[in-house]
């Protein structure tokens, strides 16, 4: 498929007006090719996604690789002058001939994007965006269940094996928030619109101690929850043309949790 036109459509699902102003979305590294076939995915472009690449020959197959995080996140020249194990994976990248292209917060913000992703999976009815917090979507259990059923509920459906519960609010929830990723300061609008508890991740003391004064519920989940980005992202490139070829990789594990 032309790349031009791939990138057209995909504009029409993830604007780059969606993006935050913070945020540093689109072409990463290297030149578009004319025509784009097979695309590669993954959360983050790191030095495990390259030897991935080359480990199972797919340099010459592969005609973008597509991330969720940005591979450069802030001005290029400044980040590579900074960071040297990233001018290396970026010079090696480079060579590869493999455009890197990143949709972030865009995704997050977008139709068919990352927060309707997890919001589908945790299976919530009458899903919808926020009034005040458009990134954020929110929905209704079908039964009331007691908070700390929720929170291992949630974490079984968003594949983690572990949480951060705050548990300050109502007692029983029905109504749930979400944005995946480092969201947590958008709990008020949540719980300013009615919402039973909030969902993010990445929350700082601060942060809790707020949600605590504030008498409210926070489920902080590990930012891995976005792996979805693969699933919900194939989806949307198969819509567009089904005959892509879409690989992912899945490189980040889980760090360990212990438990003293």
């Known amino acids: 498929m032309n790349t031009k036109i791939m990138l057209k459509k995909l504009a029409k699902f993830f604007p780059k007006s969606l993006a935050e102003s913070y945020d540093h979305v689109g072409l990463q590294c290297g030149v578009l090719k004319e025509e784009t076939n097979c695309v590669l995915l993954c959360l983050d472009y790191d030095e495990d996604v390259y030897q991935y690449i080359i480990d199972n020959g797919l340099d010459k197959k592969i005609d973008m690789i597509i991330s969720h995080h940005p591979f450069i996140f802030g001005t290029r ?83 983690v094996n572990y949480g951060l519960l705050i548990n300050e609010g109502k007692k029983n929830i029905k109504k749930v928030a979400i944005i995946g ?42 930012h891995e929850i976005e792996k979805i980005f693969m699933k919900q992202f194939k989806k949307v490139l198969l819509s567009i043309n ?9 490189q980040e594990d889980l760090p360990e949790f212990l438990c003293i």
């Open 77 to 159: 020249a400044k980040v590579l002058k900074n960071d040297p194990l990233k001018k290396e994976l970026y010079d090696k990248t480079l060579a590869l001939n493999i455009p890197v292209y990143s949709y972030h917060t865009n995704f997050d913000s977008g139709k068919n994007g990352m927060n309707e992703a997890l919001v589908a999976e945790l299976g919530l009815a009458n899903a919808h965006q926020l009034e005040t917090e458009p990134m954020a979507r929110g929905g209704e259990l079908e039964e009331e269940m007691e908070v700390h059923d929720f929170a291992k509920y949630a974490m079984d459906k968003l594949h």
């Open 181 to 222: 990723g480092g969201g947590w300061s958008s709990y008020l609008a949540a719980k300013n619109e009615g919402y039973d508890i909030y969902i993010s991740g990445d929350i700082p003391h601060h942060g809790r101690r707020g949600v605590v004064a504030n008498k409210y519920n926070y489920l902080d989940l590990p």
């Open 242 to 250: 089904a005959e892509f070829e879409i690989l992912d990789v899945d």
